[in-house]
């Protein structure tokens, strides 16, 4: 069973839009982290956020924002004033504290954003 | 600045022919995982340490090797080269227990 879905598989907008990342979890283990990352065309995972289970206090940084809400086990990322450097391909990721190590990666969302 | 460097960026390899890829890191983590990326796909996780003690995921081919002399270096080796393993090989390190991953920029492996 996919443990990450992230049903949008490519967004297209249109610059200094708002854009919304959907990521939906799945997890029986009460501890776990979530996690998204940016892959530019460079190739290279970039880290971009961490949150665990036990703290669904949603988190700005600058044009980015995430929203944790446990009660529909989803993960969301909004890039606000979109610009073009943010078109990448973005991954949410999973980590459960009785798996230990292991993350599990959605199939990601291919943003581009277009000038 | 780098923490998790890949060498080389670029390998092109012979059909069949035995090839390495390389990871070090800076960072001092206690797990270096070791990733295949497919074009647009999610990267899929080969193997990773935990310190000396190593993890291997149930569907990775016996092509595929690891080793981990110490805690900064790791190497991926593939025996046997196919067209199928062609692909971006990613390098990560991680403290361990819900700590965040960090990527090298990867080695695009060609084979010919």
């Known amino acids: 069973a996919q443990k990450v879905t992230q049903a949008q598989t490519e967004i297209s907008v249109v610059e200094k839009e708002d854009v919304t990342l959907d990521c939906v979890y799945e997890t029986r283990d009460t501890t776990y982290y979530l996690f998204w990352y940016k892959q530019p065309p460079s190739g290279e995972l970039v880290f971009l956020i961490r949150?665990?289970?036990?703290?669904?206090q949603n988190e700005i940084s600058g044009r980015y924002s995430w929203n944790f809400q446990k009660s529909t086990s989803s993960f969301n990322f909004t890039i606000t004033a979109s610009q073009v450097v943010d078109s990448a391909v973005y991954f949410c990721a999973l980590s459960e504290a009785f798996t230990g190590n292991q993350f599990y990666f959605g199939t990601g969302t291919s943003l581009t954003v277009i000038p | 600045d780098a923490m998790v460097i890949q060498n080389p960026r670029y390998q092109v390899t012979q059909f069949g022919k035995p090839v390495t890829l390389s990871c070090s890191q800076t960072?001092?983590?206690?797990?270096m995982y070791w990733y295949q990326q497919k074009s647009s796909q999610a990267p899929k996780l080969l193997f990773h340490y935990y310190d000396k003690d190593f993890n291997n995921e149930a569907d990775t081919p016996d092509n595929f090797q690891s080793r981990r002399p110490n805690t900064s270096f790791c190497f991926l080796d593939i025996r046997s080269p196919g067209l199928g393993d062609a692909a971006m090989y990613l390098c990560?390190?991680?403290?361990?227990?819900?700590?965040?991953?960090?990527f090298g920029q990867g080695t695009r492996l060609t084979v010919v």
């Open positions: 990560a390190t991680s403290r361990g227990q819900g700590g965040a991953a960090f």
């Open positions: 949150r665990n289970s036990f703290d669904e």
């Open positions: 960072l001092n983590h206690n797990v």
